[in-house]
């Protein structure tokens, strides 16, 4: 389709929705959502859109300081029993009276296995109703981040889940669909009037809630917009009143626009390639028997012969921080001073293959979204250019995040690109979930790269309890290094995420690449 058509075919979504008036926000980025199961999918851009109608018992203000939200007061009873008290007078958006069997029920669904959200309630063994507004957290240890993890820690209308048989999680990696993958019941000060994947997401203000937003926003049209160039068009047409998703050289030519504004600021998403290093046999390999990920000299040749600041300078334009941690600026347990990107060295990874038994090099496939991280499949490319040069050849399989997860979700890569941001503001979030060895619960769980490391498994179990800050951070910062130095993944860099708007357009940046509603004014 021609860019004019498309243009107009945004225009025409933007049509469809209700009259576009003061109180509208028109937002778009390039990402659409997975499922509106909120327990499914731990991916940003469908929390992002789901934290608007489901609510945790508490949650971040401007300041990314956590306040109450459903529950409006805790206190620790020991150091392993939490009592939560609930925010008496809600109800859901039919009506239905909020009490606590809906967190009870809603602890249940989350940790079912087919989802990848365990990691919201980790550490929490067990949860006792005392009344119908008092609940007692019973923690399996101390959890020094307890009120953190429990942000994303979505509670749904037990009733309405019952009543519509969708009492289970969504499957998602197997693409089965339930009730509440397309429908919603939340308590959050927005509804979710409806989603057609690919096209749009239609929100407006709940009159039950119990919550006052702080903006004047009564309605929200998400447009997902995959193609930059009819992304900008249609912010700089007026079909759109925000974009989260700047191409980035773009950003310099909407900056001098003076109907347009630009809020700068960094993302706590690091954005790092994942090799299978677990498998015996690696998979779309011209490499049979064995795998070459395995052997660290192979996975720090490819760390060496990435060009980080050629990315930064010539795809990102600037927008990006070069990465050796897996955890970004703003991070608890990120330290500058360790995050200092490996030279580029095609000599020496050449070396490493050599004495790795790869003197030729081998070839493998990446995998890689082509709509959901800044430049990702153009990153993607200009890696695959960057391993030829040690004789390293990867074919680039690209797709829509929907199904490229699916495939990440069921082992099925060789080695894939992946962008995690940290929900918590911790290093613990992104160690256990992404280094940590898989078992069945949140340990692990977006481990799809097979990584069985003993030494960081002992640190992150251990710092899952440490309530001492000095200890606990000394051990955040070991395991940082050790993930590091065994190259068990291999960072690119942390992105820098401008948002643009149109000058009558207030909100509060989000570095977790959140926008709220609630915090936002259009005039």
């Not at 240890?141 to 889940?161: C, G, H, Q, T, Y």
């Not at 050629?310 to 360790?338: C, E």
């Not at 619960?441 to 960081?456: E, H, L, R, W, Y």
């Amino acid at each position: 389709m021609k860019l004019h058509a498309l243009v107009l075919a945004v225009a025409a979504a933007c049509a469809m929705a209700p009259a576009v008036h003061a109180q509208t926000l028109r937002w778009a980025a390039q990402n659409d959502i997975l499922t509106l199961d909120p327990h499914s999918q731990n991916h940003a851009t469908t929390n992002a859109i789901l934290m608007h109608a489901y609510e945790g018992l508490t949650r971040y203000n401007e300041k990314y300081e956590i306040e109450p939200a459903l529950a409006t007061k805790w206190s620790f009873t020991s150091p392993t029993q939490v009592r939560f008290e609930l925010r008496k007078g809600v109800k859901f958006s039919d009506g239905t009276p909020f009490t606590a069997d809906d967190v009870i029920f809603s602890f249940n669904r989350i940790r079912q296995p087919q989802g990848t959200m365990q990691i919201y309630v980790t550490g929490i063994s067990e949860i006792r109703k005392i009344d119908d507004h008092t609940i007692d957290v019973i923690l399996s240890a101390p959890n020094p981040i307890l009120l953190r993890n429990i942000v994303d820690f979505r509670i749904m209308s037990k009733v309405w889940a019952e009543k519509n048989r969708t009492t289970n999680v969504q499957d998602y990696k197997n693409k089965e669909e339930n009730y509440a993958s397309r429908n919603v019941m939340g308590t959050g000060p927005y509804r979710i009037l409806s989603w057609q994947p690919e096209q749009r997401i239609m929100m407006a203000r709940n009159d039950v809630s119990w919550d006052k937003p702080k903006g004047n926003v009564t309605q929200v049209v998400y447009t997902p917009i995959k193609a930059e160039a009819t992304r900008v068009a249609a912010l700089l047409s007026g079909d759109v009143d925000m974009l989260t998703d700047v191409p980035t050289q773009d950003i310099d030519r909407l900056r001098s626009d003076k109907k347009l504004k630009v809020v700068d600021g960094p993302e706590v998403r690091t954005i790092y390639f994942a090799p299978d290093i677990g498998s015996n046999e690696l998979k779309y390999s011209n490499v049979k028997g064995k795998n070459p990920f395995k052997d660290k000299r192979v996975r720090e040749a490819l760390s060496i012969a990435i060009d980080r600041e050629a990315i930064k300078r010539n795809i990102m334009r600037g927008l990006s921080v070069p990465a050796s941690l897996m955890v970004a600026p703003g991070v608890n347990g990120h330290d500058k001073a360790l995050d200092t990107p490996p030279k580029v060295d095609v000599a020496r990874a050449k070396k490493l293959l050599a004495d790795a038994g790869y003197p030729d090099g081998f070839e493998f496939r990446m995998n890689c979204p082509n709509n959901r991280y800044v430049n990702d499949e153009k990153i993607c490319q200009a890696v695959i250019a960057m391993w030829a040069r040690i004789g390293v050849k990867s074919q680039l399989a690209s797709e829509n995040m929907a199904t490229f997860i699916q495939k990440v979700q069921n082992f099925d890569t060789s080695l894939y690109l992946l962008g995690w941001g940290v929900a918590t503001y911790d290093a613990q979030y992104t160690l256990q979930s992404l280094i940590r060895t898989r078992t069945s619960g949140a340990d692990g769980n977006f481990n799809f790269s097979k990584i069985n490391d003993p030494t960081v498994d002992k640190l992150v179990d251990a710092m899952k309890t440490e309530t001492d800050v000095a200890k606990r951070n000394a051990m955040i910062r070991d395991a940082l290094v050790r993930t590091r130095d065994e190259v068990l993944a291999i960072p690119i860099h942390h992105q820098i995420r401008p948002w643009v708007m149109k000058a009558g357009v207030t909100t509060v940046h989000r570095s977790d690449d959140r926008p709220e509603a609630r915090f936002t004014t259009v005039k």
